[in-house]
């Protein structure tokens, strides 16, 4: 992810000494001469004193005549001292030594309250807060962790926020060392306060997910987002994204009071004008025997409830055709955030299991097939194990002939023919 913003806390923190005093050097009581030297930066020093006063009238000697006039006093020449310290106060939940003095968060003697418990000392963050850096490490686990953490729970960081707008509060984390665990409450160390909660599985390739909530919240709210790592040993720096945002049709977000969102307002294309479904499904298309025909390149519908399964039959016209299904996103990010986690599967004429993928773009599928014959073949839509238990898809499918020289998406060559042994076998495989 690019575009991350470091957020480093502290300023200068120096102070200049006070100046040295000068006295008269006449018979006279001359007045103070040192003045106070002035603040200066970490690297500084105080100014020099202000100079002295003017002396005092002589005393009167025995023969009764006045003395002389007293001098002036010297200048003040006390330099100020040398700043102290050089950083602001220690922030105790981003990995850095911002008070300069070799301890970093929670080995930092200020951290103590921050660090005994995750809700002694909540880190204060604005709204918005956009994808500021931030760490867990040293910290200790919740007392009571979130509902979709691990077991035991894991080094914990709490961020109190207040909202500025009435409608929905995002959420995102993200980090590339550990998984972690995102929920939001409106008392720290009150589980049953908690109203949302996230926590994507780390995919194939090890890598770990972004975690993304999205709940609704009033204006002037404070709650409180909990980063958990899922495990003792998951700790380390994490992004962190937070901002509340009214609720608008058309924004590209999927919101409760929505049944779709795709970004636009054009009708026709799957969700109209009002972020209302556009759906091609049929309610009892959850079998091979009553599935919708697919009579276009997309087809709309919506996985609701969770065990709800979609069959989309297709037709395939003549003999070596190759097929490309997708399930996606109504152009939300749903499929990128993992907010939604379908599975797709293809059929024969005989209902036999050609294809099946549960991930491809995100969390999202692409199953591909080529060498397909003539006759009624069957998509199937299913939830996979993450993400929403409910949620919209549209599913494109592309249909090719081989052998008509242009290489279809799950074609490796076309060279015109069907004819095996030239290089491009008869089902569009290089050979």
Known sequence: MTGFTLRVLGGLGAFGAVALFACSEDS??????????????????????????????????????AGPTGSGGETGSGAGGAGSGGGGPEDCYNGIDDDANMLVDCDDPSCVAACKTPCGQPNVIADPTEFVEFDNTGHPSMAQPANCASKNGGPASVYKLTTKVNGMLDIQVSSSDVDVTVSIRIKCDDLKTEFGCSEQAIDDLGTPPFEFLSVAVPDNATVYIVVEGYGASMAGKHYLYAKSRPIDCGD????????????????????????????????????????????????????????????IAFQVPGANYSAVFQVLDQGNGA??????????????????????????????????????????????VERGIFGALTFPYRADLELDECGNGTPGAAEACDDGNTINGDGCSAVCLIE
Do not use: W
């Open 252 to 311: 590209g977000i999927l919101d409760p009071v929505e049944e779709c969102d795709d970004g636009g307002s054009t009708k026709g294309d799957g969700c109209n004008e009002l972020c209302k479904l556009e759906s091609d499904e049929d309610a009892n298309n959850n079998s091979i025997a009553t599935a919708d025909a697919m009579t276009k390149a997309s087809f709309t519908g919506k996985i609701d409830p969770t065990t709800d399964i979609d069959y």
């Open 28 to 65: 006279g009581p001359g007045a103070l001469a040192g003045g106070t030297g002035t603040m200066t930066t970490s690297s500084g020093k105080g100014g020099g004193g202000s100079v002295g006063g003017a002396g005092g009238d002589g005393a009167a000697n025995s023969g009764g005549n």
């Open 335 to 380: 499929c990128t955030f993992g907010t939604m986690d379908p599975v797709a599967t293809i059929y024969g004429p005989t209902q036999t299991l050609l294809a099946t993928n549960d991930e491809y773009n995100g969390h999202c599928p692409r199953v591909e097939k080529t060498g397909l014959g003539p006759g009624t073949h069957y998509l199937k």
